[in-house]
């Protein structure tokens, strides 16, 4: 049967689990309310605001960051008066975003970075020069 054999003759429906995720006879209700139970879900509609409410998870304000020049990366950033110190660089990209169209092009660099126990996201607006905070992760 060649390399692939053992995945050629896994089972994929254990027993006892139908094959239709939507049975026609039934209501489509129970699926839908088992997956509003998961964690992922519950977790990700918990936006809130910053004053009083729940931790929020996207943001968009503007922080002042301390630059490592030799590492290029944050070393620490400042937000609501509070400083904060990156302890890890956890994950780097760039976004370009309507390049075409000069008044809302978006340049960006994030740094996802591990901080007194949260993850942010911070990011470069290389369109406009300036620092910003655009998320707080769980």
Avoid at 3 to 27: C, H, M, V
Avoid at 39 to 45: D, H, L, Q
Avoid at 55 to 63: D, F, G, L, P
Avoid at 97 to 123: E, I, N
Wanted: aromatic content about 10%; glycine content about 8%; hydrophobic content about 35%.
């Amino acid at each position: 049967m060649g390399r692939n054999a053992a995945i050629k003759r896994y089972d994929a429906t254990p027993a006892g689990q139908p094959l239709e995720l939507f049975d026609s006879t039934r209501s489509r209700r129970p699926v839908i309310v088992e997956l509003l139970r998961s964690p992922w879900i519950v977790r990700a509609s918990e936006i809130g605001r910053s004053d009083g409410g729940c931790a929020t998870k996207r943001v968009e304000e503007s922080v002042s960051v301390e630059w490592d020049a030799h590492r290029q990366c944050p070393l620490s950033f400042t937000r609501s008066d509070r400083r904060y110190i990156v302890d890890a660089v956890i994950q780097v990209w760039a976004t370009e975003r309507r390049w075409w169209d000069p008044r809302r092009h978006v340049s960006r660099r994030f740094f996802r970075v591990l901080s007194q126990g949260g993850v942010y996201d911070l990011a470069f607006d290389r369109a406009r020069g300036g620092w910003l905070l655009t998320g707080i992760q769980d």
